[in-house]
């Protein structure tokens, strides 16, 4: 059984926003494979599936992105899942072009306050994660205000590209394993803003 996280946080206010691409992602891949992410349950949106042939559970936190290890650790307690292996968490990156996904088996948090927590309850690194950039800030930017906001136009565009590439790469991680999906993923974006 894989348990699938997206990061985001909760709230009309932060849908869309850079911060919420893991929630988008878990959008895409429930609409996919026809689950609905709306069980209220381990301080997250959770749904029940089957992703190619696997058991899969997909969940979005609803404790805020700085306190997304709460529920994963309540997730993965239940389910019994081994989170080095089926622990998939899908997360935006502002050191990765607008667009670019990179695929991990493990590595630190990159100063992401949802890996950051999440490391901190799991008590280690290893588990495999799926990040999706949303480019770096610009100068003079305050962080949180960067990763809060909107993207624009055209950097939107590249991002509901990415978000279903996104989603086709954990399928792929499910189905043939996290290399196969790197080999595939793990590619410099094409398209420059």
Same mark, same amino acid.
């Given at each position: 059984?894989? =348990? =699938?996280?997206?990061?985001g946080n909760?709230g +009309?206010q932060?849908?869309? #926003? +850079?911060h919420?691409?893991g929630?988008d992602?878990?959008?895409v891949?429930?609409?996919?494979?026809? =689950?609905a992410?709306?069980?209220?349950?381990?301080?997250a949106l959770?749904?029940k599936?089957?992703?190619? #042939?696997?058991?899969?559970?997909?969940?979005?936190?609803? #404790?805020?992105?700085?306190? &997304?290890?709460?529920s994963? /650790?309540?997730?993965?307690?239940?389910?019994?899942?081994?989170?080095?292996?089926?622990?998939?968490? =899908?997360?935006?990156?502002? &050191?990765?072009?607008?667009?670019?996904?990179r695929?991990?088996? +493990?590595? &630190?948090?990159?100063?992401?306050?949802?890996?950051?927590?999440?490391?901190?309850?799991?008590?280690h690194?290893?588990?495999?994660? $799926?990040?999706?950039?949303?480019?770096?800030?610009p100068?003079?930017?305050d962080?949180?205000?960067? $990763?809060?906001?909107?993207?624009?136009?055209?950097e +939107?565009?590249?991002?509901?590209?990415?978000v279903? /590439?996104?989603?086709?790469?954990?399928?792929?991680?499910?189905?043939?394993?996290?290399?196969?999906?790197?080999?595939?993923?793990?590619?410099?974006?094409?398209?420059?803003l």
């Amino acid at each position: 059984m894989y =348990i =699938i996280v997206g990061l985001g946080n909760p709230g +009309r206010q932060y849908q869309n #926003t +850079r911060h919420n691409t893991g929630f988008d992602v878990i959008d895409v891949i429930a609409g996919k494979n026809h =689950i609905a992410v709306e069980e209220k349950k381990y301080k997250a949106l959770i749904g029940k599936g089957i992703i190619g #042939t696997h058991k899969a559970i997909l969940v979005k936190p609803q #404790t805020y992105m700085n306190l &997304s290890g709460e529920s994963v /650790r309540e997730v993965i307690d239940f389910y019994k899942a081994d989170e080095k292996s089926e622990l998939i968490v =899908i997360v935006d990156d502002v &050191s990765l072009d607008v667009g670019q996904i990179r695929i991990r088996k +493990r590595g &630190s948090a990159g100063g992401h306050n949802g890996l950051k927590n999440i490391i901190q309850h799991l008590g280690h690194d290893e588990f495999q994660r $799926v990040k999706i950039g949303v480019g770096c800030k610009p100068d003079g930017y305050d962080l949180v205000d960067y $990763v809060l906001g909107h993207f624009s136009g055209e950097e +939107r565009e590249i991002m509901d590209e990415s978000v279903n /590439r996104a989603a086709q790469a954990v399928e792929v991680m499910i189905t043939q394993g996290a290399d196969a999906a790197m080999n595939l993923f793990n590619k410099k974006n094409e398209q420059k803003l």
